[in-house]
């Protein structure tokens, strides 16, 4: 598959296999980094909300240039690295450290953070009610595909359908696939 020269297509072996279904069913054991490239080096795509890497104060666009986990015996260099092998390398056991050396723009040099792992939950279906000229509307989001979905689903249009009913200024809902 490397022919393709697409960072994203790889074979997966059974273990990374494995990790690709904990992805499905949204709950894993990491920092909380939603993984990606960036000038064809690994870099954050986005910090999920709550997570330890939130807490750190982690950016999306921060390249990831070294992963060091002195438990696992890790001290790698990110360059030419795969999505898999980084998601590999990053998670780990809930309670346990990673230390992450990363690069951000407008700094001039790499900085390390230390991260706790924690059990990531990655929700499907995020809902929040917002509010303009007087006029509520829910934004519901399918962020993903997972194991969780259609149950996040279901429980999203019933909080829509309740509020509806007890808010005579609903506007309606924006139903956001990006």
């Known amino acids: 598959v490397s022919a393709l020269e697409d960072p994203y297509t790889v074979f997966l072996p059974p273990t990374e296999n494995k990790q690709a279904k904990e992805d499905l069913n949204g709950a894993f054991e990491g920092v909380g980094i939603q993984l990606g490239y960036k000038d064809d080096r690994l870099a954050v795509i986005a910090p999920l909300e709550g997570m330890p890497a939130e807490a750190a104060g982690v950016k999306a666009g921060d390249l990831i240039l070294r992963v060091v986990d002195d438990k696992k ?30 690069q951000r723009e407008g700094v001039e040099k790499p900085f390390e953070v230390e991260l706790k792992r924690e059990t990531i939950v990655v929700k499907s279906v995020e809902l929040k009610f917002v509010e303009k000229e007087n006029q509520k509307v829910a934004h519901l989001k399918l962020v993903r595909f997972g194991e969780r979905t259609s149950q996040e689903w279901e429980e999203a249009i019933k909080q829509i359908s309740n509020y509806r009913s007890q808010n005579t200024n609903f506007a309606g809902v924006i139903l956001d696939l990006r």
């Open 73 to 102: 015996k890790i001290d790698v260099d990110t360059t030419g690295i795969s999505l898999p092998e980084a998601v590999t390398l990053i998670r780990g056991p809930r309670g346990s450290i990673v230390r992450l050396t990363f």
